[in-house]
């Protein structure tokens, strides 16, 4: 056994409020969602922790909703359960295609979307399409709920703007219907592989013009990014390839990569530029216009 | 801390005691006698520990045995004899799709999965079930062409 885990004491809640008592409780603890990163980090010691909070038997946090304006998920619920749903294919299926393609299917079996967004990652791979849908994050404590966009959960990686005695609840998604996304990676190889870079564009065309504009791009920064002076530099002016190129290279402004294991900061910039503007002519092509 | 935990193993009901730091590949390897569940990377890349859990594929190495309490695990030991893994056993065979043979219960069981869950077998989608699992010797072709025969001989 090349691995030992730390021993550690292991509480387990079979309801949200359950799961409340317990973390507002701990001192040193950890929660387990689905556990597909959380235990390999207590096998690597990236973690060491007194306590880990079980709370994947809690049935009321597994969910995809439709409420027509809006989609609902719970945060347990499976990528793989994601990536199946109609619901989701239909009202969003920027998210439905980068979930398939994060990790293998054994991992999406298990791995839950809370996990993956409160696991903070930089290349947290659900984060670029609910960037670009605008999602909301429902967090609940004993003292109640709040709401944070999801652009302001990612505080620096592994540590997100959840309080201690706070779990994720849900991700709200508004439906916004006429907008084409899209979401490309790009990774050491085609499948079960993380992320050099993914990018994540949302469009909106009015009489041929850009009325909206929304990109947001992981492992190219200490979080997720939007790349706000690319939108911005788009909205208002006309779709053409040009212009498209142009704001791609803007880009540049709002990331910060790292050279590490997966790719150096130079071939991270580079493929920023290209996955964003490529995303941008699938986004556009989403809404029946080429380019 | 000991916490008994207690599952379905291949139709049988078994309880253990495991502290919460034991890992399920541990349990059915060392506690349960269960060998086709192989110890491969031990971190969720190669497959080789591949089970199915309320009948869906899942990594042994990465799920806390507490985790399964009250569900349902099958590995290949449970599945031997159905006509879906006898076909992917003769097709693996016939295609030259086993070498050194590491890998290849966790294929199996990935590939029964994907058949039971009714997968269209296109070769892309045969690809994508298999993403998970690690063949370091054969290059795969042989391993896709074993599962596409399989489909085919017990449709």
Same mark, same amino acid.
Request: glycine residues 6%; aromatic residues 6%.
């Given at each position: 056994m090349?691995?030992?885990?730390p021993?550690?004491?292991?509480?387990?809640?079979?309801?949200?409020?359950?799961a409340l008592d317990? +973390?507002s409780?701990?001192?040193?603890? &950890?929660?387990l969602?689905?556990?597909?990163?959380?235990v $390999?980090d207590l #096998? %690597?010691?990236?973690?060491t922790?007194?306590?880990?909070?079980d709370i994947?038997?809690?049935k009321e946090l597994?969910?995809?909703?439709?409420?027509?304006?809006? +989609?609902?998920?719970?945060?347990?619920t &499976?990528?793989?359960?994601?990536?199946?749903?109609?619901? $989701?294919?239909e #009202? %969003?299926?920027?998210?439905?295609?980068a979930?398939?393609?994060?990790?293998s299917?054994?991992?999406?079996?298990i791995?839950?979307?809370?996990?993956?967004?409160?696991?903070?990652s930089?290349?947290?791979?659900?984060?670029?399409p609910?960037?670009?849908l605008?999602a909301t994050?429902?967090?609940v404590?004993?003292?109640g709920?709040?709401e944070?966009p999801?652009?302001?959960?990612?505080?620096?990686p592994r540590?997100?703007?959840?309080?201690?005695?706070e779990l994720?609840k849900?991700?709200?998604?508004?439906?916004e219907?006429?907008?084409?996304a899209s979401?490309?990676k790009?990774?050491?190889?085609?499948?079960?592989t993380l992320?050099?870079v993914a990018?994540a564009?949302?469009?909106k065309?009015?009489?041929?013009?850009?009325?909206?504009?929304?990109?947001?791009?992981?492992s190219?920064?200490?979080?997720?990014?939007?790349a706000?002076k690319?939108?911005?530099?788009?909205?208002?002016?006309?779709?053409?390839?040009?212009?498209?190129?142009e704001?791609a290279?803007l880009?540049?402004?709002?990331?910060?990569?790292i050279?590490d294991?997966?790719a150096s900061?130079e071939?991270?910039?580079?493929?920023?530029v290209?996955?964003?503007r490529?995303?941008l002519?699938?986004?556009?092509?989403?809404?029946?216009?080429?380019? | 801390?000991?916490?008994?935990v207690?599952?379905?193993?291949?139709?049988?009901d078994?309880?253990?005691?495991v502290?919460?730091?034991?890992i399920l590949l541990?349990t059915?390897?060392?506690?349960?006698?269960?060998?086709s569940?192989k110890r491969?990377?031990?971190?969720?890349?190669?497959?080789?520990?591949?089970?199915?859990l309320?009948?869906?594929?899942?990594?042994?190495c990465?799920?806390?045995?507490?985790?399964?309490?009250g569900?349902?695990?099958?590995?290949l030991?449970?599945?031997?004899?159905?006509p879906?893994v006898k076909?992917l056993?003769?097709k693996?065979?016939e295609?030259?799709?086993?070498?050194?043979g590491?890998c290849?219960?966790?294929?199996?069981?990935?590939a029964?999965?994907m058949i039971?869950?009714?997968?269209?077998?296109?070769?892309?989608?045969?690809k994508k079930a298999?993403?998970?699992?690690?063949c370091?010797c054969?290059?795969?072709?042989?391993?896709?062409?074993?599962?596409?025969?399989a489909?085919e001989s017990?449709?």
């Amino acid at each position: 056994m090349f691995y030992r885990i730390p021993k550690f004491n292991y509480y387990r809640a079979s309801t949200l409020d359950e799961a409340l008592d317990l +973390v507002s409780s701990l001192n040193d603890f &950890k929660v387990l969602a689905g556990g597909t990163d959380l235990v $390999i980090d207590l #096998k %690597v010691r990236r973690y060491t922790v007194k306590n880990v909070v079980d709370i994947s038997r809690i049935k009321e946090l597994d969910y995809i909703a439709d409420d027509g304006d809006r +989609v609902r998920i719970g945060a347990l619920t &499976k990528l793989q359960s994601i990536a199946d749903s109609p619901i $989701i294919r239909e #009202k %969003v299926p920027v998210l439905a295609n980068a979930v398939r393609e994060m990790a293998s299917w054994q991992i999406r079996n298990i791995a839950t979307i809370g996990g993956n967004l409160c696991n903070a990652s930089p290349a947290a791979d659900t984060a670029p399409p609910l960037y670009v849908l605008n999602a909301t994050l429902r967090l609940v404590s004993k003292e109640g709920e709040r709401e944070v966009p999801i652009a302001e959960f990612f505080l620096e990686p592994r540590k997100t703007a959840l309080r201690s005695k706070e779990l994720l609840k849900e991700i709200v998604i508004p439906h916004e219907p006429g907008c084409g996304a899209s979401f490309l990676k790009l990774g050491r190889r085609n499948s079960f592989t993380l992320s050099v870079v993914a990018v994540a564009t949302l469009v909106k065309v009015v009489e041929n013009k850009f009325a909206d504009v929304r990109i947001a791009l992981n492992s190219v920064a200490p979080t997720p990014v939007r790349a706000r002076k690319a939108e911005e530099y788009l909205k208002g002016k006309e779709v053409s390839l040009d212009n498209i190129t142009e704001a791609a290279k803007l880009v540049l402004h709002d990331i910060s990569p790292i050279s590490d294991v997966r790719a150096s900061a130079e071939y991270r910039k580079d493929m920023s530029v290209v996955l964003t503007r490529d995303s941008l002519i699938k986004s556009l092509e989403r809404i029946g216009i080429k380019v | 801390m000991y916490v008994k935990v207690s599952f379905k193993l291949n139709g049988e009901d078994v309880t253990v005691d495991v502290e919460p730091n034991e890992i399920l590949l541990d349990t059915l390897r060392l506690k349960l006698g269960i060998k086709s569940v192989k110890r491969g990377c031990e971190r969720a890349e190669c497959g080789a520990c591949t089970v199915l859990l309320n009948g869906s594929p899942v990594y042994s190495c990465t799920l806390l045995t507490v985790q399964i309490d009250g569900k349902e695990v099958r590995t290949l030991e449970g599945i031997q004899d159905t006509p879906e893994v006898k076909a992917l056993v003769s097709k693996f065979v016939e295609a030259g799709a086993v070498q050194c043979g590491f890998c290849t219960p966790g294929f199996i069981v990935t590939a029964y999965a994907m058949i039971k869950k009714g997968v269209e077998p296109t070769s892309e989608n045969i690809k994508k079930a298999l993403e998970g699992n690690i063949c370091r010797c054969t290059g795969y072709k042989k391993i896709i062409d074993a599962v596409t025969k399989a489909i085919e001989s017990v449709k």
